[in-house]
Structure formats: structure tokens, C-alpha cells
């Protein structure tokens, strides 16, 4: 891979893992040449960029939930410790029983993989198009919601489902403040992008990483980090201010265009 394309592939990770359009169902659609290991060990760079950066605008409530495990007093820093945890926990079940048959969705090139993005888009179109419309509250994220909101982060490991939308959007729709819903987003996300980051990496072979290899590796990590922090920032207010339709238009658009290609090809 070369620097430019590094470079362009850092940048659609950085936007797309917090805006509400999907980032493995759009490096999915761009590498449609597959994805050998080298470009594997790429994405694992990106994703562990887009978690530093969400750790670098919510640096405040991330040193919050670590001093609330740490003091273990039933307070509201404790509290919302344990919500994070609760809602990891149907990701993890699903992450270590199915991860075979996860891998394979994402491994597998071509037509098939092309529809199966493009059916999943369509799916988060849908979603935040119905969460946009849904009335403005000022409820917080109870126990319940956690849970039920990572049941919506389980269903977005398939390639297309947007991981930001759907539990973005599944929050509006269990009545959560539209900012609230956003920090919590991005928030529950964070162990479970490092744990899986690590796990790659410790999979992955770097030994046979030449010097150009090594090089885009760090472009792309450096470009999905400065644009995820901008695109993190900017989420928080697109969601404060009701502006999910249009991620559902675009969502619907690409998904569409996808299922049209793959019927002509399939054809």
C-alpha cells in the first residue's frame, strides 16, 4: 500500500468510525481486491487510532471511570463504570463464540460481501432515519438501556451496520438525551476496540513488513487519528442538533448503490 492511499483510507477510518455510515463496511467496499494480511494489520492500525483519539476528546470522563472502578463507592462515577461494563458484555459473547464465522463475512471478497454491505446499510438507514424523528428528552442512560444499547453494538459487528449509528440511535429511541447518547456511544466502545486491536496485533506477523509497509502503516494510523477527533467533535453537535437524516439518506444511497452492482455483476 502507498503513502497516498494510506493516507485516504486513515482519513475514511477517521470519519466513519464516529460518523453514523459504517468504517468496515466503507474499507470493505473500497478494497474490494481483498484484504491480504498486510492490509488486515492496516485496519487494525486505524481502529487503534479512531480509540486514542476518542480517548483524547473525552480524556475527562475516561480518567472518571477509571478513578470510579478504582474507588468502588456506589456513586455516580461508579455507576457509569458499570454501565460501560454491562454494555460490553453482549459484544464479548458474541465476539468470542462467533468470531470464526465474524471473520469469515469480513475475509470473504467479492459480490457476496458486496451485498451483505449493502443490505446492512440500508438497515442503518432505516434506524437512524426512524431515531431522528423520535422526541427530545433529558433522560440519562439507565441500567436497563445500557444493556439493551449493547445488544445494538452486538448486531453492528456484521459489516455495513454502522457501530455509532446503532447505538446512537438505539439510545434516542429508548428516550436518552441526544448528547448523553453520543458520549455513551463513544465511550462503551473504547475497551472493547483495544482489547480487540491487541488481540490482532499479537495474531498479527510484523516480520515481514518492509520499510514502505511500516511507513503507510503510520501515515494511516496518524490521518485516522487527527480525523477522528475532528469527526468525534462534530458528531456530538450533528446528534444535538437532529441531524441524523442526512447520514440516512447517504446510508440508503450507498447501500442501494452497492445492491444495484452486485445484481448487475451477479446477473
Not at 485496519?43 to 486514542?52: R, S
Not at 447518547?181 to 495474531?203: E, H, N, Q, T
Not at 520499510?211 to 485516522?224: D, E, T
Amino acid at each position: 500500500m502507498d503513502v497516498l492511499t494510506a493516507i485516504i483510507l486513515g482519513v475514511i477510518q477517521g470519519l466513519t468510525e464516529f460518523l453514523p455510515v459504517s468504517s468496515s463496511g466503507h474499507l470493505i467496499l473500497l478494497g474490494q481486491n481483498g484484504f491480504q494480511e498486510n492490509n488486515l494489520l492496516f485496519v487494525v492500525f486505524v481502529h487503534l487510532a479512531t480509540a486514542l483519539s476518542t480517548l483524547v476528546v473525552f480524556k475527562k470522563e475516561v480518567t472518571k471511570i477509571i478513578l470510579g472502578i478504582i474507588k468502588f463507592k456506589w456513586n455516580n462515577e461508579f455507576k457509569f463504570s458499570l454501565k460501560i461494563i454491562i454494555s460490553m458484555i453482549p459484544a464479548v459473547i458474541v465476539g468470542f463464540y462467533l468470531d470464526e464465522q465474524i471473520n469469515s463475512l469480513f475475509n470473504n471478497t467479492g459480490l457476496k460481501q458486496i451485498l451483505i454491505v449493502g443490505s446492512m446499510l440500508i438497515v442503518t438507514s432505516i434506524l437512524l432515519y426512524v431515531a431522528d424523528k423520535s422526541k427530545r428528552t433529558l433522560k440519562n442512560v439507565s441500567f436497563i438501556n445500557c444493556l439493551i444499547i449493547g445488544i445494538a453494538q452486538a448486531f453492528a459487528i456484521l459489516p455495513g451496520v454502522s457501530r455509532s449509528g446503532t447505538t446512537i440511535a438505539t439510545s434516542v429511541l429508548l428516550g436518552v438525551d441526544r448528547e448523553k447518547a453520543a458520549r455513551f456511544s463513544f465511550l462503551m466502545v473504547i475497551p472493547l476496540i483495544i482489547g480487540k486491536v491487541s488481540k490482532d496485533c499479537l495474531d498479527s506477523n510484523f516480520s515481514n513488513l518492509d520499510n514502505q509497509q511500516i511507513l503507510s502503516l503510520f501515515v494511516g494510523f496518524f490521518a485516522a487519528f487527527i480525523t477522528g477527533v475532528i469527526a468525534c467533535k462534530w458528531m456530538i453537535i450533528l446528534v444535538k442538533n437532529s441531524q441524523l437524516k442526512y447520514f440516512s439518506y447517504y446510508c440508503f444511497l450507498i447501500g442501494l448503490i452497492s445492491i444495484i452492482y452486485f445484481l448487475i455483476n451477479y446477473a
